[in-house]
C-alpha cells in the first residue's frame, strides 16, 4: 500500500488500494504532482498524479519500453526522462515534455543505454547527463533552445576517469 501522509495534523490515507508497483514517486517541486511510470501490457506511460489520487494525466505512451531516470524542471513545467528500449543494444532516448503533455522533444541519444543522472540546470536552460560506455563514465551538457551537446572535460583527467554524482552548483 501507498499512503499520503498529512505532516499538520498526521492525517493518513491509502493514496492505492493495491500494492504499489509503478516506478516512484517524483514529486514537482511545488508539490502539486507526482511523476511516476506505469508499466502494464508491453505498454509504458509516463503519468502525473496529484498527492490526494483523485487526479491523474498521462503525458507519453510507449510499447515495449522503460522509463528512468525521471526529473522534473526547477520551475515545475517540464520534466525529463531516459527511455530505454527491450532491446538494449538500440541505446537510450533522453526527452523533455512540458507538464501538460505537449510538447515532446528527444534531446540526447546515448548508444549504451546507461544513462543513469539527468539534472536541469537551476534556470532551467540545460540539461547535465551522466552516460557511461565501454570507455567510462561522460557528462554531457545539452542547451536546451538550440539542443546543442557538448562532453565535459577536466584537462589533465583522462576519457576513462570515473565520475560520480554530477550536480549543478550556482
Known sequence: ???LMRVEDGFVKPLFDI???KSDLIPSPDGYFLAYMDSSDQKTVLKLLTPDGNTSRDLAAFQNVSIYPIV??????????AKSSNDLSSGQDVYIIGQDGRDLQQVYHSNSASV????????GKYLLLQDDDAIGRHIFVVE????EQ???QVPHLPLDWWWLAPSWRR
Open 1 to 3: 500500500m501507498t499512503y
Open 19 to 21: 500494492p504499489w508497483t
Open 72 to 81: 522534473w524542471s526547477p520551475d515545475g513545467t517540464k520534466l525529463a526522462f
Open 116 to 123: 543513469a543522472e539527468i539534472l536541469f540546470s537551476p534556470d
Open 144 to 147: 536546451l533552445s538550440t539542443l
Open 150 to 152: 557538448r562532453m565535459l
